[in-house]
């Protein structure tokens, strides 16, 4: 350990016994800090009130305390300000077992062994990276006539990002409830309240998951039958910035009725790439004329629902029926063959509509007035951002255990995209391991390329390559409907000796950086 005293240390155990010699003259410009219990960025310093955040580094050399318990306290409220969390780390103790030092570090110091990383026998899979050795820290030490701990060591320099002020109250110290918190969670509980309603109520009580007061891009339109109201649509700020930049697959069931006009109008005429609904005929004819040309998907649970219901009918000889027929006909709007085109984002069912649809019948009933169901709606709304935000967090703050064999490809793959959809890229990334690839003939800028499963020749798929433009296509056409690179393609990277995945194959919606600035640009996310 660094300092200015003498040490001895005794191998082997916790607690280090130290002896410090210590200059008897204090500094001049030492100032006793008491922290504010009250404001958690604010400190009271030499009587003078100072804000955490406006500390500089003399000041901080310069603080001094009473006790071990505030020097903790001040460095995890220091921490929580900056954007990190503090942890615990050495401490020595002298002959009667007082400690009179004590170190605290960035709670990513330290990395994990490698033993963990490298164990062939394991049955789970890798808990996400945390800890990236980061090396700032804060040593004080207790001056041994006066009792004042004083700082020794201080370094700020840190080798990872700061945690966003919006993503700082999910860092799992920061989410702890004290014990009336639990008590009334437990008495509430026992009263039969509901899990979800409980958490909603204890979220109001702390303000809430934002604070936002109003919404200056709030939109709404309604429509009069006979002087009542006939329909209403409404759409918050942030949801009309996230179909501005993301707005390319729409998911429509029969709960909507026939809004779409509305929804266009107060989305500024800003046309899908594509829409999926449950197949209601009515939603259909309002679809090929609100949306025309725009691909049209049908809900595939609900096919499969209804051809398990086809099939008791067939079983009694009643194969030729009239939904059947309609459903063949309408095949280009279900069969994957003919949808192999268009992006839909992963979307092949209206499950997200009926999942919203689910949760808020925990929040409102036939009795709920208009008023009151915008107040639940809202709510409901704000849990389901609060569950993005957590995953964008997860996304962050952790960084996943690469273990494929295309280490570049997937250590790429896990900087750029989010977390869920990093998976399903790694998945890929794990098959093209295991592919055989052949390259056919040179056919001038375009090079095509067969690849096949090892030992398994039975599917094989074409990858052509436009060795001018960077551009590769596959024919199982993986990133036209779904925006991923597939196993083929990587196939081919891994046989051209490439080291990372071009641009041209990485869809930006799928990526980390969320980039509000095409909403300026007014640019599509697509590529």
């Known amino acids: 350990m660094e300092n200015d005293g003498k040490e001895s240390y005794k191998d082997g155990m916790v607690d280090l016994s130290v002896e410090y010699e210590c200059s008897s003259d204090e500094s001049d410009d030492m100032v006793d800090v008491t922290v504010d219990e009250a404001e958690a960025d604010i400190i009271n310093a030499g009587g003078l009130e100072k804000l955490i955040t406006d500390l500089t580094i003399e000041d901080i050399w310069g603080l001094a305390f009473d006790t071990e318990s505030q020097v903790c306290e001040f460095y995890a409220k220091y921490a929580k300000c900056y954007g990190f969390m503090s942890r615990k780390d050495l401490k020595t103790v002298d002959a009667n077992g007082n400690i009179n030092t004590r170190q605290l570090v960035c709670n990513k110091a330290g990395e994990r062994h490698w033993k963990h990383l490298k164990r062939d026998n394991r049955q789970r899979e890798h808990r996400a990276i945390t800890r990236v050795n980061c090396k700032v820290r804060i040593r004080f030490i207790r001056h041994y006539r006066t009792g004042k701990w004083k700082v020794s060591v201080f370094q700020s320099e840190h080798n990872h990002p700061l945690c966003p002020p919006k993503y700082r109250h999910l860092i799992a110290a920061n989410r702890k409830l004290d014990e009336a918190d639990k008590t009334q969670a437990d008495s509430l509980r026992a009263c039969g309240v509901k899990t979800c309603h409980i958490m909603g109520y204890m979220v109001s009580q702390k303000g809430g998951y934002d604070k936002a007061d109003s919404d200056p891009l709030f939109l709404g339109k309604f429509t009069l039958k006979d002087g009542r109201l006939d329909n209403l649509v409404w759409a918050d700020g942030e949801s009309v910035v996230d179909y501005e930049c993301f707005g390319d697959v729409l998911a429509f069931d029969t709960t909507y009725k026939k809004n779409e006009k509305e929804f266009l109008e107060i989305m500024s005429r800003k046309l899908p790439g594509g829409v999926v609904t ?126 494929t064999c295309l280490e570049s490809f997937e250590k790429q793959a896990a900087e750029l995209y989010t977390r869920n959809i990093f998976k399903l890229v790694k998945d890929e990334i794990e098959v093209a391991g295991a592919l055989n690839v052949t390259e056919c003939p040179n056919s001038g800028d375009i090079v095509e390329y067969s690849t096949s499963e090892y030992f398994n020749q039975q599917w094989e798929f074409k990858v052509s390559y436009n060795k001018d433009k960077d551009l590769f296509a596959c024919e199982c056409r993986l990133f036209e409907t779904r925006g991923l690179p597939c196993s083929h393609i990587f196939g081919i990277l891994k046989h051209r000796n490439a080291n990372c995945v071009p641009t041209s194959l990485i869809l930006k919606r799928w990526t980390r950086v969320i980039l509000y600035a095409q909403l300026a640009s007014k640019t599509p996310l697509m590529i």
């Open 278 to 403: 449950d197949g209601d005929r009515a939603m259909r004819e309002a679809i090929l004329e609100v949306f025309p040309g725009i691909p049209h998907r049908l809900c595939a649970w609900h096919l499969h629902r209804n051809a398990r219901w086809n099939e008791i009918i067939s079983k009694y000889g009643l194969a030729e029926n009239e939904w059947v027929q309609v459903i063949y006909n309408d095949r280009m709007k279900w069969a994957t063959a003919y949808l192999r085109e268009h992006f839909f984002g992963r979307i092949r069912t209206t499950s997200q509509c009926e999942g919203i649809h689910s949760l808020l019948k925990n929040y409102v009933d036939s009795k709920t007035s208009l008023v009151e169901f915008m107040h639940k709606f809202s709510e409901v709304l704000r849990h389901y951002r609060n569950n993005h935000l957590t995953a964008d967090f997860d996304t962050f703050y952790k960084f996943p255990v690469l273990t």
